[in-house]
């Protein structure tokens, strides 16, 4: 089993900046990828950016490519997401996921993820 537990979402003004975190406990050792997504009001739960745990591989979603960029700390366990540039269409709840075992490439959908953390609401005014 691995946990996930994230922190940093809030409410931020467009234009804006934020820093997500997404800690993971338990049997990290098999942890594939990990990656970022949102539900917004009334929407499907959407990939956002995923990252290869070794970190050798990024893939992000064309909506926030240049954007947002998503990194991780091994030591720590953690894998961050630095939203800039923000705008009133990222508002969710953005969810930390963790793939285990071995895959080809990062997934892209809710299925590809065997643990989620429990969400951090991002509201962004205009």
């Known amino acids: 089993q691995v946990q996930l537990v994230e922190s940093g979402g809030g409410l931020v003004q467009a234009g804006g900046s934020l820093r997500l975190s997404c800690a993971a406990s338990g049997r990290t050792f098999s942890t594939y990828a990990m990656a970022w997504f949102r539900q917004g009001p009334g929407k499907e739960r959407e990939f956002v950016a995923g990252i290869r745990w070794t970190g050798d591989s990024t893939y992000y979603a064309d909506s926030v490519k240049g954007r947002f960029t998503i990194s991780r700390d091994n030591a720590k366990n953690t894998v961050y997401l630095q939203m800039n540039s923000l705008k009133p269409e990222d508002t969710a709840v953005y969810y930390c996921?963790?793939?285990?075992?071995?895959?080809?490439?990062?997934?892209?959908?809710?299925?590809?993820?065997?643990?989620w953390g429990q969400g951090t609401q991002v509201t962004v005014s205009s």
């Open positions: 996921a963790s793939a285990a075992g071995w895959r080809t490439i990062i997934p892209a959908q809710t299925r590809g993820y065997d643990y």
